[in-house]
């Protein structure tokens, strides 16, 4: 990890998470005279305002129009330059999406998508300010890193391996503040591998972004009230994914439950359903997040309980899950 | 510095090379984009042979002029020129579009050695050609970036949003040019989706802008003189009205030869129409030039 990282879990609850990426790249912008910002009329709002008062000979603010701002960003990754684009998520995703895919990956250039107000972190903006779609987008662009960061912590280590990996990546970010999962940067953070917030061997609960907080707060109650050992696999890096840890999940624990602030269609559920039916190995498998439907509007936390991705309903669905019979299969001592 | 009689003379000969090199690999290929190819191929072959600072040794040296083919269908011409100039084996042409190929119809800057930039989508190039030249000013260097659009192609809206950008930038190191041949697939320009007044439009985003024949030599020099003189802190816009097809009589400014193919007997009468055709502008050369 560059930069000797000294952001802890106050740092977290005193900052959102778009402000601490936006110290994350003041401090790229100090180590490094090539790292560039670009926005399309939301410095403000993707909290990048810091870098545009130290560096604004770097800073460019292209109006709303983000179809340009990626093909500006694509011009200037060619020259040389190191450019982070930060726009929403829902427009980074589909308002330009033909120039993520053209512009940065079809010509595998080297800039930095930093797609802010992810998921339905924008709740109250209803869903044209949603980004229920940009997982399944982006995680069928070839050559782009995807990442869905826990919270800040894992945002700064997210922008900063970005900046360490050649190759054009998408971070979805969340509005506003993020409850704080890690205590600081320092908990082993490795591009492409999960990490095991909390081990258990009865059910493995795999998430991303703001449901793996969620997920770790249902595993300790149920721990507490129904004795179970809950696995929580804190998936950020969509792709590629950390095929390993899912197969070892279902090995382990032969009951998987995903749960993300995204359709259910094309997002972190699909990807590791894709990877469990590869390994040829069963397993009981729930998908928790927005069921193909435009979410409501509303606060955030309200959306998360209403679609069931928040501790409260990740508890009903290990429930559920638990109660199934599959055990009972002949065949699963076989497949073991 | 005026164009002299000789340097014409030269450039309408390496025209004329890259006009049958495109027929040639449009027949080899089965079929091609031959009439953008063709109308948009003179202010290729003046930039790539009179203007551009490029090492065909070094073809990554930071420090070249930047060229973006926004129409990026016009591959069949651009691909020629990479060859020509020795930045990829010219036999590659005899593979354009086959299977296995690394040229397609839309060149990929990762494959085919001299691109700047892979474009296909339409509307790209510009921001792209904003982005290279902010760079410049970024890190400080002198090379200019030129971005060919094609008429048609300005119907996206991207197109200007980059050019509002460009202005914005004040990016007098970036210098535009559309071909405005005035067909497209389905029709004439003006028949599908109305651009005029087009000039005026460029001029209302914030650029100075040039309106010329893009296939006559000497005219295209002298607004790429005029654009890099340029001393205000406008972008230049260098409207080229062109001929579809430009070279070959019998698919002139026909927007039907928008994408064709020649067979055997069609293929020898367009390389009479190609002989003709540059017979006729060496006498223009030999009697305008100087």
Redesign the interface.
Known sequence: MAGGMTYTAIDSTALQTAEIYGKALVELGRAHPEVVALTADLAKSTKIGDFMKEFPDRFFNVGIAEQNMFGVAAGMARAGLVPFLSTFSQFASLRAADQLSTDLCYQNVNAKVIATHSGTSFGQAGSTHHAISDLAVTRSLPNLTVICPADGMETYNAVMAAYNTPGPFYIRINRGFDNTLYKGTDYGFELGKAVTVREGTDLTIIACGSCVFQANQAADFLEKADGLKIRVLDMHTIKPIDREAIVKAVMDTRRIITVEDHNVLGGLGSAVAEVVVESGKGCAFKKLGIQDAFAPIGLHEDIMAYLGIDANGIINAVREVMKADFEQDDDWDDEM | MPLSKQEWLALEKKAHELRRLTLDTTYWAGSGHIGGGLSVLDIMTVLYHKYMHIRVDEPQW?DRD?F?LSKGHAGIAYAPVLCDLGFNDKEMLKTFNLSGSKMGMHL???KVVGV??????L??????????????R??G?GYK?FVVLGDGECDE??NW??A??AA??KLTNMISFVDRNRCMIDGRTEDVMSLEPFCAKWEAFGFIVKEIDGNNIRELCEAIDFALANETDKPVMIVCNTLKGCGIDFIEDNYLWHYGAFDDEKYEKAIAALEASYAKRVERAEKEGA
Not at chain 2, 123 to 136: K, N
């Open positions: 930071e930047r973006i990929d800057s990762n700047d930039a892979s474009t296909g989508s509307g790209h190039g510009m921001s792209i050609a904003v982005g290279t030249a902010l760079a410049a970024v890190l260097k970036t809206g991207s949003e980059a509002m950008s914005h930038y």
